[in-house]
């Protein structure tokens, strides 16, 4: 059973540009969350996802920043015209759809704005 | 806002050392406690967990950490570090009080063991 799976491990982009993030979740998981680790702080929850539904988008930024989780492929968090402060690791986890259980995270992506 | 508070942000220690690390959340209730590790170079991963039941938790690698409700603290523990355990660790909540599914992470503790 593969873990959650991140791409691109690595992401660099240039200002103005848009950065997509893609986490495919375990297998038999429904619920998907979005998390983001800036220098020296500890993550910070992002959106919490269901398949096609956003069920919980508190820590995201008003601006420039989407999440899905289509019926069909990955969960995909997107940045618009990236800035400088964008530059971060952003992590997914995913969890089973029922029961009080852990969530598994992957390997994050590291984004830089340059 | 609920918060997660990890007041160790460096730990050096020598091999065979003890560890204790400090974990304390902000708000009561019925809460989910975790403690993650991360590696260099890896994903989070879980150590160990509590949901209910016996506030003392076994984890994995020799790992323990202790629930102390009246405190409102899950502080982390093992009694002999070894080198492998250079790690940052991160305490995680969970619960109604702070907004069910989602955790609620501390700043990490970055854990430095001296062979």
């Known amino acids: 059973n593969a873990g959650v799976m991140q791409n691109p491990r690595h992401l660099v982009r240039r200002r103005g540009q848009e950065a997509r993030l893609r986490c495919s979740p375990m297998k038999g998981h429904s619920h998907v969350y979005w998390y983001r680790q800036l220098p020296e702080e500890g993550l910070k929850f992002m959106v919490y996802?269901?398949?096609?539904?956003?069920?919980?988008e508190s820590g995201m930024p008003k601006e420039r920043f989407s999440a899905e989780f289509p019926k069909e492929g990955p969960s995909i968090l997107r940045i618009q015209q990236v800035v400088r402060g964008d530059s971060a690791a952003y992590f997914c986890a995913s969890s089973p759809p029922r029961g009080r259980t852990e969530a598994f995270f992957g390997q994050g992506t590291r984004l830089t704005v340059v | 806002a609920q918060s997660v508070s990890q007041h160790n942000h460096h730990v050096i220690l020598s091999e065979a050392a003890s560890l204790e690390l400090g974990c304390n959340y902000s708000?009561?209730?019925?809460?989910?406690l975790f403690w993650y590790v991360q590696y260099p170079g890896q994903h989070l991963q879980l150590l160990l967990k509590y949901f209910s039941g016996d506030p003392l938790v076994k984890g994995i690698k020799g790992f323990e950490a202790e629930f102390i409700k009246s405190k409102f603290s899950f502080n982390l523990r093992k009694p002999s570090v070894q080198w492998s355990d250079t790690a940052e660790y991160f305490c995680?909540?969970?619960?109604?009080?702070?907004?069910?599914?989602?955790?609620?992470f501390g700043t990490g503790t970055r854990l430095t063991i001296i062979p």
């Open positions: 995680a909540v969970n619960g109604p009080n702070f907004g069910n599914e989602k955790l609620t």
């Open positions: 708000y009561g209730g019925t809460v989910n």
């Open positions: 996802l269901q398949k096609e539904n956003i069920i919980d």
